[in-house]
């Protein structure tokens, strides 16, 4: 028995996030569906992260093990042969057994696209957050960087209750080692890398990078609003589209 690695790119639009549910389509179960064919039976594979419906990814990585002894480049092109167009294997690595896609991650990085052209382009809308009205970006990119450091990032959790709870009985605790924001164009690109993330962390930071660069918050306000430990100190969350995992990294 084998444990494999693979990195994997898929457009979230019409899936209902990674992680697999009843009757909903998931990146999570279209790869497991790809190696059932392959193995013969059915291969569970865990994934680095659970990216909601509707985010992307460049870099996604998962593992899992196999009997068949097909060497990796032949099981990269079975895979994409198999899958949706929508979901590449760029990929394929043979790992040592005790490693784990998301246990043994240690840092992610994730980048967030607003689109601030007039007329969003019609081959980005599924990939980018429009928002063509006046925003302050100055001060957005100024705020940035309050988000850096290790710090309870209870008030950019989800709103989702049980997903809270869950949280909170772990640790909100996490490390961000960057958080930026740039103009590339007509797009604002947030980019934060860090330890891990709570559920719809990234999303919420967004939403209040956006009330900043509307007036509603000063820069200096972030430190005031993850010392609240409270989710309704921050901003709304933003669409899901704008939002790509970009990269997974491990020791080795």
């Given at each position: 028995?084998?444990?494999?690695?693979?990195?994997?790119?898929?457009?979230?639009?019409?899936?209902?996030?990674?992680?697999?549910?009843?009757?909903?389509?998931?990146?999570?179960?279209?790869?497991?569906?790809?190696?059932?064919?392959?193995?013969?039976?059915?291969?569970?594979?865990?994934?680095?992260?659970?990216?909601?419906?509707?985010?992307?990814?460049?870099?996604?990585?998962?593992?899992?093990?196999?009997?068949?002894?097909?060497?990796?480049?032949?099981?990269?092109?079975?895979?994409?042969?198999?899958?949706?167009?929508?979901?590449?294997?760029?990929?394929?690595?043979?790992?040592?057994?005790?490693?784990?896609?998301?246990?043994?991650?240690?840092?992610?990085?994730?980048?967030?696209?607003?689109?601030?052209?007039?007329?969003?382009?019609?081959?980005?809308?599924?990939?980018?957050?429009?928002?063509?009205?006046?925003?302050?970006?100055?001060?957005?990119?100024?705020?940035?960087?309050?988000?850096?450091?290790?710090?309870?990032?209870?008030?950019?959790?989800?709103?989702?209750?049980?997903?809270?709870?869950?949280?909170?009985?772990?640790?909100?605790?996490?490390?961000?080692?960057?958080?930026?924001?740039?103009?590339?164009?007509?797009?604002?690109?947030?980019?934060?890398?860090?330890?891990?993330?709570?559920?719809?962390?990234?999303?919420?930071?967004?939403g209040t990078l956006l009330e900043v660069g509307r007036g509603h918050l000063s820069p200096t306000d972030i430190t005031a609003i993850l010392d609240a430990r409270d989710r309704a100190a921050a901003g709304p969350m933003v669409a899901a589209r704008g939002l790509f995992l970009v990269e997974v990294e491990y020791e080795n």
């Amino acid at each position: 028995m084998r444990t494999l690695r693979i990195t994997v790119a898929y457009d979230g639009t019409d899936f209902s996030g990674w992680q697999v549910q009843p009757t909903q389509p998931t990146v999570q179960s279209a790869i497991e569906g790809a190696l059932r064919e392959i193995e013969g039976k059915p291969v569970k594979i865990e994934g680095s992260g659970r990216t909601d419906a509707g985010v992307h990814a460049l870099g996604q990585m998962a593992s899992f093990r196999l009997e068949n002894p097909i060497p990796p480049q032949n099981l990269k092109k079975a895979l994409n042969r198999l899958l949706p167009p929508t979901v590449r294997v760029y990929n394929v690595s043979e790992v040592p057994a005790g490693f784990h896609a998301r246990h043994s991650a240690t840092a992610k990085t994730y980048e967030y696209r607003i689109q601030r052209a007039e007329t969003c382009p019609p081959f980005e809308q599924r990939y980018t957050y429009w928002h063509p009205f006046r925003l302050d970006e100055p001060a957005m990119i100024a705020a940035a960087p309050f988000f850096e450091g290790e710090r309870d990032f209870r008030s950019l959790a989800s709103n989702d209750r049980a997903a809270q709870m869950a949280e909170i009985a772990k640790t909100t605790v996490r490390t961000i080692y960057s958080s930026r924001l740039s103009r590339d164009g007509d797009l604002l690109i947030y980019r934060v890398r860090g330890s891990g993330f709570l559920y719809h962390m990234v999303r919420n930071i967004v939403g209040t990078l956006l009330e900043v660069g509307r007036g509603h918050l000063s820069p200096t306000d972030i430190t005031a609003i993850l010392d609240a430990r409270d989710r309704a100190a921050a901003g709304p969350m933003v669409a899901a589209r704008g939002l790509f995992l970009v990269e997974v990294e491990y020791e080795n």
